[in-house]
């Protein structure tokens, strides 16, 4: 089982920016792709930014030019830069990874979800 542990977020000015942090961890994986999505209030989850191991980046339209998404693959860990932030970018926001596990002789796909945390900006 893979673990997605977040950190960062807050509240923050309109313009301001934040850095989201995800951690993974579990025993013998492999991460392919890692992500962000976000749930505004009142709105079903959305794609933000995804990042593959080899670094192929991929962004929602509004986000691309603020946000930057980047990875450690050593750290296995995922980062979202989030710059000239505006109102309605508050929301929680998720990481996720997918990639494969090793247990027990078998190689499984997982897709793991962090636990969320909320980034407010005031306008």
């Known amino acids: 089982q893979v673990q997605l542990v977040q950190s960062g977020g807050g509240l923050v000015q309109a313009g301001g920016s934040l850095r989201l942090s995800c951690v993974a961890s579990?025993?013998?994986?492999?991460?392919?792709?890692m992500g962000w999505h976000r749930r505004p209030p009142g709105k079903q989850r959305e794609f933000v930014a995804s990042?593959?191991?080899?670094?192929?980046?991929d962004y929602a339209d509004s986000m691309e030019g603020r946000f930057t998404i980047s990875r450690d693959n050593a750290k296995s860990t995922v980062y979202l830069q989030m710059n000239s932030l505006k109102p309605e970018d508050t929301a929680v926001y998720y990481c996720?990874?997918?990639?494969?596990?090793?247990?027990?002789?078998?190689?499984?796909?997982?897709?793991?979800w962090g636990q969320g945390t909320q980034v407010t900006v005031s306008s």
């Open positions: 996720d990874a997918e990639g494969i596990t090793y247990s027990r002789g078998s190689y499984l796909p997982f897709h793991s």
């Open positions: 579990g025993s013998s994986f492999r991460t392919d792709t």
């Open positions: 990042i593959a191991s080899g670094g192929m980046i």
